[in-house]
């Protein structure tokens, strides 16, 4: 089992930055591949990132892509998402996952995950 705590998240005006953390513990080596979802008021959940861990492959979401970086430290088991040019329909809770991916190919940031975090809200608002 898999144990995945976030933080980083606030309130910040539209253009502003934030970085999100995911710290992993427990059988975190068992899983190759995270993500971060975000859910808004009233919304679906919504895949924003995920990182293949084996070859460091990426994938965004459109709405994400040229502001958004997901990038994990393998020396601390801690997984990132850096955000710039925030705007306000960022704002929503966000949450990290992992699961085993066979690939880099199934390691998108859709379906099903077998581990979450209790997420962290960011709200972006002047």
């Known amino acids: 089992q898999v144990q995945l705590v976030e933080s980083g998240g606030g309130s910040v005006q539209p253009g502003g930055s934030l970085r999100l953390s995911c710290a992993a513990s427990g059988d975190a080596d068992s899983r190759n591949c995270m993500a971060w979802f975000r859910r808004a008021p009233g919304k679906e959940r919504e895949g924003v990132a995920s990182?293949?861990?084996?070859?460091?492959?990426?994938y965004y979401a459109d709405s994400v892509k040229d502001r958004f970086t997901i990038s994990r430290d393998n020396a601390n088991n801690t997984l990132y998402l850096h955000m710039n040019n925030l705007k306000p329909e960022d704002t929503g809770m966000y949450y990290c996952?992992?699961?085993?991916?066979?690939?880099?190919?199934?390691?998108?940031?859709?379906?099903?995950?077998?581990?979450w975090g209790q997420g962290t809200q960011v709200t972006v608002s002047s």
């Open positions: 996952a992992a699961k085993y991916a066979y690939g880099y190919s199934d390691c998108r940031p859709l379906g099903s995950y077998t581990d």
């Open positions: 990182l293949y861990l084996h070859i460091t492959n990426t």
